[in-house]
């Protein structure tokens, strides 16, 4: 199918300005936060109605043309990777917000409506959304769907899987489908945990039902300082063991303060060899009891150091570092890479002590922060793309880190999704059954694979190929073994 | 022992021959009537793993749920879901088959919510694995919360990983009367406020409450709410349907629907739970008036228990959704051979 007959197939419902095809249109839509896969989409949709989009998809689906769903394109595993010999469908325009009913604490909203702005529009009522991804002012509450995006605060309110009640959407040929809703437990199947997180290859979602929660009087956080990265880590295990679920328990390590101090000036001990944050969040009733418990496990756990944010305005410099990591350690180095890998928090000092090694091993260097009590590790790879090698040791370095993940029992991605990017490592984390049945699940809502081709899921031929290279290098530890 | 499980499945799909997936049978009324040559799990027991600091533990699926629970207790933890067991002889695995959650569920979150990972052995008799232990994965379809309340039709559960809460320090339950639209507004409201409300129920003009978490909140709380306090033994029976509101031989009906709806018109008598989103009926309505009913209010009406099921024990999806799991169950059972029809009417 060339592109002159798909803008015409789309001509006869969509205005002009909804189909862009000429180069130099399509051209910002190339990539989405993954940079490093580009590829020009052959045209791009921007319906503006949900009979719209139910068109392009009945139009696609008839021209047998592959259809790319798209938020804000903030993603970082090339999920929004557009197709070069098909659609790029933009939910861009459905920005509205169609119901905030406080006494239900629900929002019922389009995709395209950014994720920060329903916590805003929850606000006069005492309620917010919980889900904070970190580029929760641009992306969108569509992608956040797609991706099934967590944040800070996941270990105490979950994950978008947790706070999304419903969706409605349509089916690649363009059937209406409404799964879950405001009734808690639809019988059947529970479609709804399928498709979040689904990055959007099952269907395409135009209306999200979201569970808004009572915004907690105050929050505090401790930043607590140690001298030794293992110490930290057993810290956070020290303070679950506790019976405390903190609202936040994020860690960095020195490379990463050192990296956000220049940046942002948020008061973090350079000293230390590992900070954590440990947030406690309720009633103040609550929180002042939780602070002193948390206090307490520290101390004993080594911390050298504690400070407690006295007022909001500290507690959001404390956080302001955490949150600022990425794009402070963008200044230092020309390009950096992110994994995203999750284990169990008690394997935490052996798989930073991994990545020391693998840092020795590839030369470069790797700052760590992370979602401390959900296991979610960020190690940022440095390096420069102009160089070759440089690029070639930094995909190296990541594959050994993410096998590493799924060998202590974690995964390769936990929040970021697979998209382009760690497809093959999903050869890794499951064996050939597992692929199989997904896509017999692909199979049953997506017959001739139009949605997001080629992303998440890899192709048996694709895994057999990624573990012949991998063995051939010696890397890939018994590819012969069933996984169960 | 999983050997021996797979075996029977690849025996009973060769012949293409029904088998009912069974623990414990505490939830034999529940679903369409079960039919097959029953496949016992109770065999495939204890736990996997479970280590405190982790907050999850991983256990096989004949594991009885007291046994599990009990366990948890000894190291202040729990299921937060805090599922029923409606008899001593449920299992771990029939309790995520059924995705039946309890009294927490509304403040907790469900069942579903807290799996994180499954081992299955679909219809052809292969053993898989999917999600892990982990808090965070977003590799892969989540095909393990897409198990849980699929009773048994889409695999046998061999073994499941579920996230787990510390038990709250302190918990009180509190009574106040309130007729019934008074008493969904309040609940409501509560449910909006930073307030350690972990349960709300309704019935006979009485508002139960009750409130958990740190000692100091719960005292701030329940001076906030008033009432007087009671036993907290009452959600026990609620959520094993032992209290006296369950007896009596009019068919049981489970009403889920937006939780701010106004008091619906049925006949019988109502108990209401998740701050009106469940709504129990013991009522002898005829089964197409309580779903035209629920339908209305943008709800489902399922028949919990009742002697004769013939209406179905479900509400009937729409046809695209009927089609999308009709072709889901068959690509994890190709056969058609676990529990057929106790979910979804057979073709």
């Given at each position: 199918m060339n592109s002159r007959d798909v803008v015409a197939a789309l001509r006869e419902f969509l205005p002009e300005r909804a189909i862009l095809h000429a180069e130099e249109d399509t051209r910002p839509y190339e990539c989405d936060g993954l940079t490093a896969y580009r590829q020009l989409p052959m045209v791009v949709a921007l319906p503006e109605t949900v009979e719209q989009v139910q068109r392009i998809l009945k139009a696609c689906s008839a021209l047998k043309v592959p259809v790319v769903p798209r938020g804000a394109g903030t993603g970082l595993s090339g999920g929004a990777l557009p197709p070069d010999d098909g659609v790029l469908l933009?939910?861009?325009?459905?920005?509205?917000?169609?119901r905030i009913d406080p006494l239900a604490r629900v929002a019922v909203v389009q995709p395209g409506v950014r994720n920060a702005v329903v916590s805003e529009l929850a606000a006069p009522y005492g309620l917010y959304y919980a889900p904070d991804p970190s580029s929760q002012i641009a992306c969108t509450i569509g992608g956040n769907v797609s991706e099934n995006s967590g944040g800070v605060?996941?270990?105490?309110?979950?994950l978008t899987l947790h706070n999304v009640l419903g969706v409605r959407g349509f089916t690649i040929d363009g059937e209406p489908i409404e799964l879950g809703g405001e009734a808690p437990d639809a019988p059947g199947y529970d479609l709804l945990a399928l498709t979040i997180g689904s990055e959007g290859m099952l269907m395409v979602v135009t209306e999200v039902t979201l569970k808004l929660l009572p915004k907690p009087q105050c929050a505090r956080v401790i930043m607590a300082s140690f001298d030794d990265v293992e110490k930290a880590g057993a810290a956070v295990a020290d303070v679950i063991a506790a019976g405390i679920v903190p609202a936040g328990l994020e860690m960095m390590d020195r490379p990463a303060t050192h990296a956000v101090e220049q940046f942002v000036h948020a008061g973090y001990d350079l000293q230390a060899a590992a900070i954590l944050l440990c947030e406690s969040d309720g009633t103040s009733e609550e929180v002042d009891d939780e602070i002193a418990r948390m206090k307490a496990v520290l101390e004993r756990a080594g911390a050298t150091r504690m400070t407690v944010s006295r007022d909001e305005a500290e507690r959001l410099r404390f956080w302001s570092g955490r949150k600022a990591a990425f794009p402070a350690v963008g200044r230092i180095s020309p390009d950096y890479y992110c994994m995203d890998g999750t284990i169990p928090r008690k394997r935490l000092g052996e798989v930073l002590t991994f990545i020391a090694a693998m840092e020795q091993k590839y030369q470069l260097r790797c700052p760590n922060v992370f979602h401390a009590g959900d296991g979610n590790l960020h190690p940022l790879i440095l390096f420069d793309a102009n160089d070759t090698d440089q690029l070639h040791r930094t995909e190296q370095f990541a594959a050994e880190v993410l096998e590493k993940c799924v060998e202590v029992g974690?995964?390769?991605?936990?929040?970021?999704?697979?998209?382009?990017?760690k497809i093959n490592q999903m050869c890794v984390q499951f064996g050939a059954r597992e692929l199989a049945l997904f896509r017999a699940v692909k199979h049953a809502f997506d017959p001739h694979g139009l949605l997001n081709p080629g992303k998440a899921i890899p192709t048996l031929a694709r895994c057999s190929e990624y573990g012949g290279m991998r063995v051939h290098g010696g890397k890939l530890p018994h590819a012969e073994l069933p996984r169960f | 022992m999983i050997e021996s499980l797979q075996e029977r499945i690849r025996d009973a799909a060769s012949r293409r021959s029904a088998l009912r997936l069974r623990g414990g049978g505490s939830k034999d009324f529940y679903g369409n009537a079960p039919r097959g040559e029953i496949l016992d799990t109770?065999?495939?027991?204890?736990?996997v793993d479970y280590e405190p600091t982790e907050l999850v533990v991983t256990a096989r699926c004949g594991t009885p749920l007291s046994e599990l629970e009990n366990l948890l207790e000894r190291n202040r933890?729990?299921?937060?879901?805090?599922?029923?067991?409606?008899?001593?002889?449920?299992t771990l695995g029939g309790c995520v088959a059924a995705g039946l959650s309890g009294p927490r569920r509304a403040s907790a979150g469900a069942l579903r919510d807290f799996v994180l990972g499954v081992k299955l052995i679909d219809g052809r008799g292969e053993a898989l694995s999917f999600g892990g232990q982990v808090m965070k994965n977003v590799a892969g379809y989540d095909v393990s919360r897409l198990i849980a309340g699929s009773l048994g039709t889409l695999g046998l559960i061999a073994e499941v990983s579920l996230k787990l809460a510390p038990t709250p320090p302190e918990e009180i339950t509190l009574q106040l009367e309130a007729p019934q639209a008074r008493a969904l507004e309040l609940m409501n409201r509560w449910a909006g406020q930073p307030l350690p409300v972990s349960a709300t129920a309704w019935h006979g003009d009485e508002l139960m409450v009750r409130l958990s978490g740190a000692e100091p909140a719960v005292r701030a709380a329940a001076a906030a709410i008033g009432g007087e306090s009671i036993d907290n033994a009452f959600w026990e029976g609620v959520r094993e349907h032992a209290?006296?509101?369950?007896?009596?031989?009019e068919p049981l009906w489970r009403l889920s629907l937006p939780s701010t709806s106004p008091p619906l018109a049925l006949e019988g008598r109502q108990l209401i739970e998740w701050n009106g989103g469940l709504r129990w009926l013991k009522s002898k309505m005829p089964a197409h008036a309580v779903r035209e009913t629920l339908h209305r209010a943008k709800g489902y009406a399922t028949l919990f228990r009742a002697a004769d099921k013939s209406a179905g024990c479900f509400a009937p999806p729409g046809p695209v959704l009927e089609r999308l799991q009709r072709q889901l169950k068959s690509a994890f059972d190709p056969a058609g051979i676990f529990n057929p029809g106790r979910l979804h009417a057979e073709r």
């Amino acid at each position: 199918m060339n592109s002159r007959d798909v803008v015409a197939a789309l001509r006869e419902f969509l205005p002009e300005r909804a189909i862009l095809h000429a180069e130099e249109d399509t051209r910002p839509y190339e990539c989405d936060g993954l940079t490093a896969y580009r590829q020009l989409p052959m045209v791009v949709a921007l319906p503006e109605t949900v009979e719209q989009v139910q068109r392009i998809l009945k139009a696609c689906s008839a021209l047998k043309v592959p259809v790319v769903p798209r938020g804000a394109g903030t993603g970082l595993s090339g999920g929004a990777l557009p197709p070069d010999d098909g659609v790029l469908l933009s939910m861009a325009k459905f920005m509205r917000a169609l119901r905030i009913d406080p006494l239900a604490r629900v929002a019922v909203v389009q995709p395209g409506v950014r994720n920060a702005v329903v916590s805003e529009l929850a606000a006069p009522y005492g309620l917010y959304y919980a889900p904070d991804p970190s580029s929760q002012i641009a992306c969108t509450i569509g992608g956040n769907v797609s991706e099934n995006s967590g944040g800070v605060h996941c270990l105490k309110y979950g994950l978008t899987l947790h706070n999304v009640l419903g969706v409605r959407g349509f089916t690649i040929d363009g059937e209406p489908i409404e799964l879950g809703g405001e009734a808690p437990d639809a019988p059947g199947y529970d479609l709804l945990a399928l498709t979040i997180g689904s990055e959007g290859m099952l269907m395409v979602v135009t209306e999200v039902t979201l569970k808004l929660l009572p915004k907690p009087q105050c929050a505090r956080v401790i930043m607590a300082s140690f001298d030794d990265v293992e110490k930290a880590g057993a810290a956070v295990a020290d303070v679950i063991a506790a019976g405390i679920v903190p609202a936040g328990l994020e860690m960095m390590d020195r490379p990463a303060t050192h990296a956000v101090e220049q940046f942002v000036h948020a008061g973090y001990d350079l000293q230390a060899a590992a900070i954590l944050l440990c947030e406690s969040d309720g009633t103040s009733e609550e929180v002042d009891d939780e602070i002193a418990r948390m206090k307490a496990v520290l101390e004993r756990a080594g911390a050298t150091r504690m400070t407690v944010s006295r007022d909001e305005a500290e507690r959001l410099r404390f956080w302001s570092g955490r949150k600022a990591a990425f794009p402070a350690v963008g200044r230092i180095s020309p390009d950096y890479y992110c994994m995203d890998g999750t284990i169990p928090r008690k394997r935490l000092g052996e798989v930073l002590t991994f990545i020391a090694a693998m840092e020795q091993k590839y030369q470069l260097r790797c700052p760590n922060v992370f979602h401390a009590g959900d296991g979610n590790l960020h190690p940022l790879i440095l390096f420069d793309a102009n160089d070759t090698d440089q690029l070639h040791r930094t995909e190296q370095f990541a594959a050994e880190v993410l096998e590493k993940c799924v060998e202590v029992g974690g995964t390769i991605t936990g929040e970021h999704g697979v998209g382009v990017e760690k497809i093959n490592q999903m050869c890794v984390q499951f064996g050939a059954r597992e692929l199989a049945l997904f896509r017999a699940v692909k199979h049953a809502f997506d017959p001739h694979g139009l949605l997001n081709p080629g992303k998440a899921i890899p192709t048996l031929a694709r895994c057999s190929e990624y573990g012949g290279m991998r063995v051939h290098g010696g890397k890939l530890p018994h590819a012969e073994l069933p996984r169960f | 022992m999983i050997e021996s499980l797979q075996e029977r499945i690849r025996d009973a799909a060769s012949r293409r021959s029904a088998l009912r997936l069974r623990g414990g049978g505490s939830k034999d009324f529940y679903g369409n009537a079960p039919r097959g040559e029953i496949l016992d799990t109770r065999g495939h027991a204890g736990i996997v793993d479970y280590e405190p600091t982790e907050l999850v533990v991983t256990a096989r699926c004949g594991t009885p749920l007291s046994e599990l629970e009990n366990l948890l207790e000894r190291n202040r933890q729990c299921l937060p879901f805090e599922p029923p067991h409606f008899a001593a002889s449920a299992t771990l695995g029939g309790c995520v088959a059924a995705g039946l959650s309890g009294p927490r569920r509304a403040s907790a979150g469900a069942l579903r919510d807290f799996v994180l990972g499954v081992k299955l052995i679909d219809g052809r008799g292969e053993a898989l694995s999917f999600g892990g232990q982990v808090m965070k994965n977003v590799a892969g379809y989540d095909v393990s919360r897409l198990i849980a309340g699929s009773l048994g039709t889409l695999g046998l559960i061999a073994e499941v990983s579920l996230k787990l809460a510390p038990t709250p320090p302190e918990e009180i339950t509190l009574q106040l009367e309130a007729p019934q639209a008074r008493a969904l507004e309040l609940m409501n409201r509560w449910a909006g406020q930073p307030l350690p409300v972990s349960a709300t129920a309704w019935h006979g003009d009485e508002l139960m409450v009750r409130l958990s978490g740190a000692e100091p909140a719960v005292r701030a709380a329940a001076a906030a709410i008033g009432g007087e306090s009671i036993d907290n033994a009452f959600w026990e029976g609620v959520r094993e349907h032992a209290d006296g509101f369950f007896a009596g031989d009019e068919p049981l009906w489970r009403l889920s629907l937006p939780s701010t709806s106004p008091p619906l018109a049925l006949e019988g008598r109502q108990l209401i739970e998740w701050n009106g989103g469940l709504r129990w009926l013991k009522s002898k309505m005829p089964a197409h008036a309580v779903r035209e009913t629920l339908h209305r209010a943008k709800g489902y009406a399922t028949l919990f228990r009742a002697a004769d099921k013939s209406a179905g024990c479900f509400a009937p999806p729409g046809p695209v959704l009927e089609r999308l799991q009709r072709q889901l169950k068959s690509a994890f059972d190709p056969a058609g051979i676990f529990n057929p029809g106790r979910l979804h009417a057979e073709r």
